[in-house]
C-alpha cells in the first residue's frame, strides 16, 4: 500500500508535466485553425511558458508551480476563447497528417523503433550529462525555483554572483522548460528533464519529416527521417539537454511554416513561424540572429508584405525583451559579451576569456584542426555532408536548396564564432550545428529521393540507409566516446563516464575540504562548484566577482591590499587542474605583494587547492 501514493503520484506528475508542453500550444493552432503538429504544440506551449516565466519576472510575482501552472491555464482559457469565438473559416489543410511521421514509416518502422530504444535509455539512465547543465541549464531552473524569481540574473554584485556563478545573460528558455519540469516533478532530479528532451527530439524529428515531405512526398520524408536518426551528432547534442535543441526547432519550425504560405492561411503561418523563431531566439545570447534570420528567410521565399508584418510582430517582441532588460540592468544586452571592449562588461571575466582565446591563437582553424573538423562530421554527421552535397547541387535550380544554404550557412557562421569562446573543444563545440543538421538531413532525404530513378536504385539506397542507421545506433549509444575504441561491454556506460568521472572528483574534492579549518568561503573559477559544495555550506565566490575585485585592483596600495584580502575571509583558492586559472591569476593577480602568501595545500585529480596567508600590515 506504501507504493500506491507514488505509483498515482509519478503518472499524474508526467502527464501534468506533459501537458504544459503540448496542450497550450494545441490550443494555439485551434485558435489559428491550424493542423495539430507535436512541433507546433511544443513551440506554442515553449512561447507561453516562457511568456509567463517573464511577466513574472517583470511584476515581481514569484516564480513556483502555482503561478507558473496560474499563468498556462489563463492563457489556455483565453485561446480557447478565441477559438469558440471567431468566425467559421476553412482550416489550413495538411497534406502529410497530423501523427507524422509516426505512423507512416510502414517497414522502416521497427528500425526507428530501435534508435529510440537506444535514445530511451540514454534518456532514463544518462539525463544532462551535458558539460554545463551542472552550472547553467539546469542550475539556473533549479534557483528560479529555490529563490522565486531572476533577480539574481544577470549576476552583477557579490549576493548575486553567491546565487549563480558565470557573468552571462543567455534568455532563460531552457530553464523555463526545466523550471517546469522541476516544479510538476516536486524535485530537481535531472530525471524530470528527460521528457523535456524527449519531446524536442520528437519534434526535430517531425519537422524534418514534413520539410522533406513538402519537397519530395512521403518517401523523401522517410529517407530523411531514417538519415536524422543516422546522425549520431545531430541526437547527442539533443541528449545532453543543452540549448541546441531548442535552437534545432526553432529553426527547423520557421522554415517550415514559411515554406507553407498560400493565399488562404499565409498570415496564420507567418504567426506559428513567429513562434518557432521565440523559441530560437531564446536559447543563446545571440538568438536575436534568428528571428531575424527567419525575416531574411521570409524575403527569401517572397512571403506576402501581411505575413512578413505579422512575423515580426510575434517575433521580435518577446525576442527582443530579455536582451532589453539585460541592457537596461548592466549596460550590455549581451553581457558576458564585451565585443571587443565596445560594451560594458564585467572586467575581469572579459580578461579571462581573452586570455582563453589567446591560446587558440588567431581564431582561425590550423590544417589540424581543420582536419579533425572534417573527420568529425565524416564519423558522427556523415547524413548531414550528404545533405549538404545536395544544397550544392540543386542551389541553382530550387529556392529550397538556396533558403535551406541561407540558414545553414548562418548556423555555420555562429558556430565559428562560437569556437574560440568554447573551453570543451572542437567536438563539443560541433553541436552549436544542429539546427543546420536538421535542415541538411530533410534535403537530404530529398536529394536521395530524386536520384532513385530505378527500382533497382531505390533498393540499393534503401539497403545503404539501413547500414547507414544500424551503424549509427553504436555511436548514438555512447557518445561522446567512440565504441571503436570502447569495448562492447562498456557501451552501456560509456556515454556516462565524463559526468560519472567528474561527480567521482568532486567528491573527493569535498571529502579533503573538510579536513580544512576555516573553509567555508572559497574562491575560485570553476563553474561547477557553487551548486556541489553548497549543501555542505561552503559559499564560491568567483574570481571576478566584485567581492574579489581587490585582488586585480592595480590602483591600491600594498597594505589597502592586504587590509582587503583579510575584511574577504576567503582563505582558501580552488582550479581546475585542467583550466588556465593559475596560469590567468599569475599573470593577472595581486598576490605577488607584500603580506600576501599562496602556497598548495590539497589536491585530487582534478582540483588544485592553494591557501591565502594575509599578514596583516602594520
Request: with cysteine.
Amino acid at each position: 500500500m506504501d507504493l500506491l501514493p507514488g505509483f498515482i503520484e509519478i503518472p499524474l506528475r508526467l502527464a501534468l508535466l506533459l501537458a504544459g508542453l503540448l496542450v497550450p500550444g494545441s490550443l494555439l493552432l485551434r485558435a489559428l485553425r491550424l493542423p495539430w503538429s507535436l512541433a507546433a504544440s511544443f513551440a506554442g506551449s515553449f512561447v507561453a511558458l516562457y511568456a509567463t516565466v517573464l511577466l513574472c519576472v517583470f511584476l515581481k510575482v514569484p516564480i513556483m508551480f502555482a503561478t507558473l501552472t496560474g499563468g498556462l491555464v489563463l492563457i489556455c482559457v483565453g485561446l480557447l476563447q478565441i477559438h469558440l469565438r471567431q468566425r467559421p473559416g476553412p482550416p489550413a489543410l495538411d497534406p502529410v497528417g497530423s501523427f507524422a511521421p509516426f505512423t507512416q514509416l510502414g517497414r522502416w518502422t521497427p528500425l526507428y523503433l530501435l534508435f529510440w530504444a537506444v535514445v530511451g535509455y540514454r534518456l532514463v539512465d544518462q539525463p544532462l550529462t551535458g558539460p554545463d547543465a551542472v552550472f547553467r541549464w539546469s542550475f539556473l531552473a533549479e534557483q528560479m525555483l529555490h529563490l522565486g524569481s531572476l533577480d539574481f540574473y544577470p549576476p552583477q554584485t557579490a549576493a548575486q554572483f553567491t546565487h549563480y556563478f558565470w557573468p552571462e545573460s543567455i534568455p532563460p528558455g531552457i530553464a523555463s522548460l526545466y523550471a517546469w519540469a522541476y516544479a510538476c516533478g516536486g524535485s530537481k532530479h535531472a530525471l524530470w528533464t528527460s521528457p523535456v528532451v524527449a519531446v524536442q527530439l520528437l519534434a526535430m524529428h517531425e519537422l524534418v519529416w514534413r520539410l522533406a515531405h513538402r519537397w519530395g512526398g512521403e518517401v523523401a520524408a522517410r529517407r530523411a527521417l531514417l538519415l536524422a536518426a543516422a546522425t549520431p551528432l545531430l541526437t547527442w547534442s539533443t541528449l545532453i539537454g543543452q540549448e541546441t535543441a531548442l535552437m534545432s526547432v526553432g529553426v527547423g519550425g520557421f522554415a517550415w511554416c514559411l515554406l507553407q504560405q498560400n493565399e488562404r492561411s499565409a498570415t496564420r503561418w507567418a504567426a506559428l513561424a513567429g513562434g518557432f523563431a521565440v523559441a530560437a531566439g531564446a536559447a543563446r545570447e545571440y538568438g536575436l540572429a534568428f528571428p531575424l534570420l527567419a525575416l531574411a528567410a521570409a524575403r527569401l521565399l517572397a512571403v506576402p508584405r501581411r505575413s512578413l508584418v505579422t512575423l515580426a510582430a510575434v517575433a521580435l517582441p518577446l525576442a527582443f525583451v530579455w536582451p532589453l532588460r539585460t541592457w537596461a540592468l548592466t549596460g550590455n544586452p549581451f553581457y558576458s559579451l564585451d565585443l571587443g571592449g565596445l560594451l560594458p562588461g564585467n572586467a575581469v571575466f572579459a580578461e579571462w576569456i581573452a586570455h582563453t582565446r589567446s591560446l587558440h591563437g588567431s581564431g582561425l582553424f590550423t590544417s589540424t584542426e581543420l582536419l579533425s573538423v572534417a573527420r568529425y562530421l565524416t564519423l558522427w554527421a556523415l547524413p548531414a555532408l550528404i545533405g549538404t552535397a545536395a544544397v550544392g547541387r540543386f542551389f541553382h535550380g530550387l529556392r529550397e536548396a538556396r533558403l535551406v544554404a541561407l540558414l545553414a550557412s548562418v548556423v555555420g557562421a555562429l558556430w565559428l564564432a562560437s569556437v574560440p569562446f568554447t573551453a570543451g573543444g572542437l567536438f563539443y563545440s560541433l553541436r552549436v550545428l544542429s539546427p543546420a543538421f536538421l535542415l541538411l538531413v530533410a534535403f537530404g532525404g530529398y536529394a536521395l529521393w530524386v536520384v532513385e530513378t530505378t527500382p533497382l536504385g531505390r533498393k540499393l539506397c534503401a539497403g545503404a540507409l539501413a547500414l547507414l542507421l544500424l551503424e549509427s545506433l553504436p555511436k548514438t549509444l555512447v557518445l561522446p566516446e567512440n565504441p571503436y575504441r570502447t569495448p562492447p561491454g562498456n557501451w552501456l556506460a560509456a556515454g556516462r563516464n565524463f559526468s560519472d568521472s567528474v561527480r567521482a572528483h568532486e567528491q573527493e574534492l569535498v571529502a579533503k575540504l573538510a579536513t580544512l579549518p576555516d573553509h567555508q568561503r572559497l574562491l575560485s573559477e570553476s563553474a561547477g562548484l557553487p551548486r556541489l559544495l553548497a549543501p555542505h555550506g561552503i559559499t564560491v565566490v568567483p574570481i571576478w566577482s566584485p567581492e574579489a575585485a581587490w585582488l586585480f585592483d592595480r590602483s591600491l596600495k600594498p597594505e589597502e591590499l592586504a587590509r582587503r584580502a583579510i575584511r574577504s575571509r576567503l582563505h582558501y583558492l580552488v582550479l581546475q587542474k585542467s583550466g588556465l586559472g593559475f596560469d590567468f591569476l599569475n599573470r593577472r593577480a595581486r598576490w605577488q605583494v607584500p603580506w600576501f602568501k599562496i602556497a598548495p595545500v590539497l589536491e585530487t585529480d582534478t582540483y588544485a587547492v592553494f591557501e591565502l596567508t594575509v599578514t596583516p600590515p602594520p
